[in-house]
Nanobody, 125 residues
């Protein structure tokens, strides 16, 4: 599976942005998917994840209530709707996919087999 994230940009605090992650190859509809982000000098950080069925979703506390992950298996695309953006949301956002990750490891980057190139999100006034 090849993944490519896009949709990043420069926005002001309080703005919204939607990231997309397109997939090609593989049986994408059977993969759990996640979004991670990384800022300079920091470890890669879990943002959100969703089960392959599009049912259960999980969020980091820092984004809960502001971000929403969704998955369109027909379009082989994962989305991350980001609302009420804050300067601390500034990072490179990457999407990832893997066949069936256990719940206790869903926020762990090494649990994901496939990764896409990231897209920069900058929140600044």
């Amino acid at each position: 599976v090849q993944l490519q994230a896009y949709g990043g940009g420069l926005v002001q605090p309080g703005d919204s942005l939607r990231l997309s992650c397109g997939a090609s190859g593989g049986t994408f509809s059977r993969y759990d998917v996640g979004w991670f982000r990384q800022s300079p000098g920091k470890e890669r950080e879990f943002v959100a994840a969703m089960r392959w069925s599009g049912g259960a979703s999980y969020y980091a506390d820092s984004v809960k209530g502001r971000f929403t992950i969704s998955k369109d298996n027909a379009k082989k695309t994962v989305y991350l709707q980001m609302n009420e953006l804050k300067p601390e949301d500034t990072a490179v956002y990457s999407c990832a996919a893997t066949p069936r990750v256990i719940l206790s490891a869903i926020a762990v980057p090494s649990s994901y087999y496939y990764w896409g190139q990231g897209t920069q999100v900058t929140v600044s006034s």
